[in-house]
DNA sequence: CTGTGTGCAAACACTTTGCAGGTGT
DNA sequence: ACACCTGCAAAGTGTTTGCACACAG
């Protein structure tokens, strides 16, 4: 079980609902919502404890929120956080044609000047368009 | 009443509540929710009007629709479009002392390289810190 | 055994929709 | 006069809170 060693890593009960949920956001290379995510686990999972889970992972750093351009709140795991340094320092990307959005990891957010005393501490972009499968 | 003269170029018709949320923008630097506004104007103005004020100006390109850090749909005038042609490559910033979000008007967005495949067709960017008036 | 997680009910916030009546041009 | 705008009521969606019970360590 790796779900077991990541929840005990990060200091959290291993639970069925907080393994199930971890696992699909393990698997799942695009960012879900809560709704993703309540219509892809067991039914059996109350709605509030999916909430409350993604809240303990938020709180944990095990996840981060991708926010998309119309405002859904999404959730992707940290894969460049260790849990000491949180790193969000990355692109996301939402396909206008499947919906999906993704975090590109690889794409980092270049430096931007802002004018006379504006200090910049965390910047967020999100690019819109279409992705590798749907760009043919 | 400028308000009446930007309504009629729209071709919106001008009513008592969309020349006060317009005013309002005008006057406004910032970027404004939906509360925000409700709160500024005379309270005989219905909520779901107000709703209805805000889409109609944004489906004419009078305004454009600001997501701060949090989600919140924030609304602010389009200085830089015209009825024809519309852009908004600039950069948003929310102040996280003030609380407040705004259009840097003169930051573009720069270029950012994707991996092979992706098409870029609009970019976003959001930079949160210490706005002018709360950095000393 | 103890503290934390869960399920249920309910409340709250935000936004949309339908409809009847009022208003701008 | 007519199309469009408004107000009200209601419903839909997303999220939070309180409480009693269940369960992991």
Redesign the interface.
Known sequence: METKKILNDYKLKSTPCRSEVLQLLISNEHALSHSDIETKIDDSHDRVTVYRTLKSFLSKGIIHKV?D?E???KYALCHECSKEEHHHEH?H?KC?HCGQTQC?D??K??D??????????????????????C?N
């Open positions: 926010l351009d405002g859904i709140t692109v990307f206008e590109l690889n794409v957010i270049p931007i000047a802002l004018p006379q005393g504006f200090k910049s501490k965390e910047k967020n972009v999100l690019i819109q368009g279409l992705c590798n499968q760009n």
